[in-house]
Nanobody, 123 residues
């Protein structure tokens, strides 16, 4: 599986952005897709995840209610709609694919990673 993230940019606080992650290769039944972000000097942190074959999403506490993860199965694409962006949302956003019996927020459970897309939110 290869992942290509896009949609980042420079926006002001309160604005919205939608990130896309296009996957090439077969996405099998117990696969899930996630978004992580990394700011300078910080570890990569979980943002959101969704099962490929289910609607159940999972969000980090600080984005819950502002971000929405969704997918388009025929297009093999996962999206992250980010609303009411804050300066602390700034970072490189990575999409990733994992598989297993539960929807993981752990970096180590994701086997495939995209190249990252920069999101910068100015105050």
């Amino acid at each position: 599986v290869q992942l290509q993230a896009s949609g980042g940019g420079l926006v002001q606080a309160g604005a919205s952005l939608r990130l896309s992650c296009a996957a090439s290769g077969r996405i099998f039944g117990n696969r899930y897709m996630g978004w992580f972000r990394q700011s300078p000097g910080k570890e990569r942190e979980f943002v959101a995840a969704i099962w490929w074959n289910s609607l159940r999403p999972k969000y980090a506490d600080d984005v819950n209610g502002r971000f929405i993860i969704s997918k388009d199965v025929p297009k093999n694409t996962v999206y992250l709609q980010m609303n009411n962006l804050k300066p602390e949302d700034t970072g490189v956003y990575y999409c990733a694919a994992g598989s297993g019996s539960y929807l993981s927020s752990a970096y180590s459970q994701y086997m495939y990673w995209g190249q990252g897309t920069q999101v910068t939110v100015s105050s």
